[in-house]
Nanobody, 129 residues
Framework: QVQLVESGGGSVQTGGSLRLSCAASGSAYSRYYMGWFRQASGKEREGVATIDSAGNTFYADSMKGRFTLSQDNGNNTLYLQMNSLKPEDTAMYYC???????????????????????WGQGTQVTVSS
């Protein structure tokens, strides 16, 4: 079993920055792959970015160049640095881990929410214009 606790959300103006954290505990094997998703009001949950234990990362196209993933393996914490925030980035942000499949499918299908087993409770990000 794995527990995930997100923090760092808040309200910022357009162009501002936030750093989200996801503290993980439980099975290290299950946490080999980790990811961030977001869900805006009335919309489907979408993949933001993902990372494996080796530090390989993938980002959704709209986040490339603005969002950066990093991890502190010693503290079992995943970070999402978000810069140049836009109103359309407003959403609840969720941390996920426990990808159901191996590396090839992870690279192709990480954006599918049903492929992830463990989820945090989310942290709200609001960007005002």
């Amino acid at each position: 079993q794995v527990q995930l606790v997100e923090s760092g959300g808040g309200s910022v103006q357009t162009g501002g920055s936030l750093r989200l954290s996801c503290a993980a505990s439980g099975s290290a094997y299950s946490r080999y792959y980790m990811g961030w998703f977001r869900q805006a009001s009335g919309k489907e949950r979408e993949g933001v970015a993902t990372i494996d234990s080796a530090g390989n990362t993938f980002y959704a196209d709209s986040m490339k160049g603005r969002f950066t993933l990093s991890q502190d393996n010693g503290n079992n914490t995943l970070y999402l640095q978000m810069n140049s925030l836009k109103p359309e980035d407003t959403a609840m942000y969720y941390c996920a881990t426990g990808f159901r499949y191996g590396g090839t499918l992870w690279r192709r299908d990480w954006r599918e929410r049903d492929n992830w087993i463990f989820w945090g409770q989310g942290t709200q990000v609001t960007v005002s214009s």
